[in-house]
């Protein structure tokens, strides 16, 4: 059975740096392409970065690009989300799903399923 808990989250400062991780069961990361999504308050759940299984494709969305990087531990079966330069505009509550369809141009999630969320607060 799929389970994914995200961990990492809390308040920081602008400018500030947080990471993100996502541990995986029920799925193997290295065979399947898994991503990161994130929900301010009002808005609707938007794509942050996604990671093919091969490692060969990554997406970021334009709003994160240059200061988010996903990277993926195979032997935790973890996915992390490093997030520098963080602006306030970056707070929300960030989920990861699995498997996902990505393009380097989009990421969508394939099942409506969802880990806990972990909430970050990007303030001063």
């Known amino acids: 059975q799929l389970q994914l808990v995200e961990s990492g989250g809390g308040l920081v400062q602008p400018g500030g740096s947080l990471r993100l991780s996502c541990a995986a069961s029920?799925?193997?990361?290295?065979?399947?392409?898994i991503g990161w999504f994130r929900q301010a308050p009002g808005k609707e759940r938007e794509g942050v970065s996604c990671?093919?299984?091969?490692?060969?494709?990554?997406y970021y969305a334009d709003s994160v690009k240059g200061r988010f990087t996903v990277s993926r531990d195979n032997a935790k079966n973890t996915v992390y989300l490093q997030m520098n330069s963080l602006k306030p505009e970056d707070t929300g509550v960030y989920y990861c799903?699995?498997?996902?369809?990505?393009?380097?141009?989009?990421?969508?999630?394939?099942?409506?399923?969802w880990g806990q969320g972990t909430q970050v607060t990007v303030s001063s």
């Open positions: 799903t699995a498997p996902v369809i990505i393009r380097q141009t989009m990421c969508a999630e394939i099942y409506d399923y």
């Open positions: 029920g799925l193997s990361l290295d065979r399947n392409a």
């Open positions: 990671l093919s299984g091969s490692e060969s494709i990554t």
